[in-house]
């Protein structure tokens, strides 16, 4: 078995989760990524929030990404890691 693992930059481990889509979950509903986030737009290179970056159905656009692609557009922020979990074989 395979747990998620989030990072956050100044707080460190945040929480595990079962899948990718619900460590995106947990972060919305716990408030740590909401309207006021902000991403690296490295177009402009300059900070922005996250409905300026993604547009309007941010949330969607955060909801159907990858591990890997979280982890891009949230580099310097966030960061998941898919870490295994030990299971005794009976």
């Known amino acids: 078995m395979k747990i998620i693992q989030v990072y956050e930059e ?3 481990d945040i929480c595990l989760a ?7 979950d947990y972060l919305f509903n716990m408030s740590w ?3 006021t986030t902000e991403v690296w737009d ?6 922005v929030s996250v ?7 941010w949330k ?7 591990l890997i692609e979280f982890n891009e557009a949230f580099e310097g ?4 890691e898919i870490r295994p979990v ?5």
């Open 10 to 12: 100044n707080h460190g």
């Open 18 to 24: 079962a899948t990718v889509q619900d460590a995106i």
């Open 33 to 35: 990524i909401d309207e």
């Open 42 to 47: 490295g177009r402009d290179q300059c900070w």
């Open 51 to 57: 409905p300026d970056y993604f547009g309007e159905n």
């Open 60 to 66: 969607d656009q955060i909801s159907s990404m990858s």
């Open 77 to 80: 922020g966030f960061s998941m």
């Open 86 to 90: 030990y299971e005794r074989k009976l």
